[in-house]
Every structure is written in C-alpha cells, then in structure tokens.
C-alpha cells in the first residue's frame, strides 16, 4: 500500500473519518460510523467462492461531505438514479484496511445541516441511508503488518500479502506429523484465496525470508478470522506461531468496528489448543464443517 504523505494528509477533508466514500475515483463523503457492511460472500468457514450480492442498506451518521453533487444526488432521494459507491474503511494509523463496491446505490434516508465553518463549503451528515443491490468486498493491499514482536531468533517478524514472493510462499511445508491437521504445502491455501471470497493470503516474514503462510478474513457478522497458519518445518521452534498470531490480533484491534476475533484447530492438535488457550481464546461451542472446534477472543 502506497502511504500517504503527512502534505495529503493535512488538505484531505475526510482524513479523520474512519469510513471514506468515492464517487468516480473522487473522495465525497466521510463519516464516523457506518453499519450493514458485510461481506457477500459465503462465511468465512465455508472454503468455497461467493454467493451472488444481495440488496440490503448502508446507514452512515456524524459526516461531512465536500462534494456539491453527492450532497444534490443524496438530496434527490429515489428520484436521484442509481450510482456505484465505493466505501473505504480506514484503521487508526489512517490506512485502508478494508473495501466495499457498493452497486445500484440509491439514498432513502438524508438528514443533512450546513457546516458551523461556512469558508468549508461542507455539508455536515448526521444521518445516511443508502440502499444498494449488492456489496462486493475489495481486494486491499495493506502494508506490511507488523506489532514489534521478533522470533527466537531475534528477527522482527511481519506479515506481507503475497505477491512476488508466491513460490516462496507456495512452498511453505509443515511437518509431516503436522499434515493431519493443516494442507501439506501452503500452495493450497494460495489456491483457495486466489478463488475468490473472504480470506486473504499472508507471506510469515522473519527478516526478509519467508517463513510461513496466514490467511485473515472478514466474516458477515464482523467478526475477523485467523486461518491457514503454516510455519515452514525447517523453522519451526522459533515462536513464530505465537508471533504471527498476536500480530494480527494487534492489527484487527486496530480496525473500525472490530469486535472479536476467531480460529479453528482440528481437536487432535494439541499444541495449537494450548497455543490459543495461553493467547486468551476460549472455545464457542461451535465445531465447523471440517469438525475443527472454533475459538474466540473478544475485543
């Protein structure tokens, strides 16, 4: 991910708004909250591409908006005609940590009062309801993903979307005691994401060498998922599953709206249970489709 620099920053009207909206490439609107987001895609426990969009509605409160034409467009209700939106969901460093095309977007609801600052030009949003035919989540690149934390080895350890290293990330091994409970290469997992849906492939970095493969998702209820961990066998011992595990904890702490996260492990596999156990997760009851037991930690 490109960072912004601190100049851009300071003359974007929207930078302190955690949900961004785009018309046409062009940023329009920024407001403090926003519900019905979700994911249109199949739960992220399901291994399976998507489901079609469905329609549902985006409310958004306590905004502004810039943009003379989104207010007009708003204001006009039905009337207005249908647009694509693109809603952006920023972390607290400012960083986009997520992304939701919204299509045949129409506003059912708009209550709206002039900005205190009049040399502004803006319109202050106290309340958006933005009816829709469906959400498509956006792949988003983020930056690499790193809590300061360092393997045995003293090697700070981060976590980066896969891109050009994706050989090296294909060929993540576990151990051959380890097949029972994960895929026998990360390929796999590079396979499945690459299909399409929820989840998301991490490179596991110590240093500048890979060392394994994570995957995080979104699920329709907000809650965000832990999934496809493989430390490669050859470094293994090294803490970096413990690592990896608290660094997107820290990350997900950090986005709008999160509020739990979770895992799975198969029930024979005993080190990650006291892996998760000593981490703080606790078990939902809930066992999924593969027969692994769920795990949760709330916000």
Sequence with gaps: MTRTSAGSRRSDPYRNFNFRVSFEGRPVAGASTASGLKRASKPVRQHLSGREPEPGAVTMERGVSHDADFVAWAGRGSEGGRRELTIEVHDAAGEVAT???????????????PDL??????????????????????????????????????RPVTLRLVGDDWRAVADVRPTDAQREFVFPMAARYLLMTEKGGPWTSLGIYAGEQVVG??????????????G??????????????????????????????????????HPANTAAARLYADLGFTPTGEVDEDGEVVLELLA
Excluded: K, N
Aim: proline share 3%.
């Design 117 to 154: 600052d009049a040399d502004a030009h803006a319109v202050r949003i106290e309340h958006l309801r933005l009816e829709h035919d469906g959400v498509e989540a956006i792949d988003v690149t983020p930056g690499p993903i790193t809590s300061g934390l360092e393997d045995a080895s003293g």
């Design 228 to 265: 496809g961990l493989v430390v490669d066998q050859a470094e293994q011992g090294r803490g970096l599953g413990r690592a990896t595990t608290r660094t997107l904890m820290a990350w997900f702490e950090q986005l709008p709206g999160h509020w739990t996260t979770r895992l799975t492990h």
């Design 99 to 113: 992304a939701y095309r919204l299509s045949g977007c129409w506003v059912s609801e708009f209550e709206a009062l």
């Design 213 to 226: 493969h994570v995957m995080w998702g979104l699920d329709d209820d907000g809650s965000h998922w832990i």
